[in-house]
Nanobody
Framework: QARLVESGGDVVQPGGSLKLSCAASDITFGLYTLAWYRQVPGKQREWVAT???????NYTESVKGRFTISRDNSKDMFYLEMKNLKFDDTAVYYC?????????WGQGTQVTVSS
């Protein structure tokens, strides 16, 4: 059964860095568009970044220049490298894989930015 598992969430100080990973299993990884989303309690899940099959990337405005999404098709893994973290980046981060109407989500990993 297709599965995505995030890791790397932690508590970090403002200005700090963190790298999230998402491991995929039982999907044809190289065919999927991959993305990261985040959600805070009481708010809708928010799109953060996407990496396409050709490795082109897009970011929501608030993370441009600070976050980098990447994929490693040889390992069925993708990543979100986060730098200069801010209080507003605190959220549960979810990885997402989409191929047409097939959508897969991970279970989420908590990122807390706190002094």
């Amino acid at each position: 059964q297709a599965r995505l598992v995030e890791s790397g969430g932690d508590v970090v100080q403002p200005g700090g860095s963190l790298k999230l990973s998402c491991a995929a299993s039982d999907i044809t990884f190289g065919l999927y568009t991959l993305a990261w989303y985040r959600q805070v309690p009481g708010k809708q899940r928010e799109w953060v970044a996407t990496v396409e099959l050709n490795e082109s990337t897009n970011y929501t405005e608030s993370v441009k220049g600070r976050f980098t999404i990447s994929r490693d098709n040889s390992k069925d893994m993708f990543y979100l490298e986060m730098k200069n973290l801010k209080f507003d980046d605190t959220a549960v981060y979810y990885c997402n894989a989409q191929l047409g109407t097939m959508i897969r989500w991970g279970q989420g990993t908590q990122v807390t930015v706190s002094s």
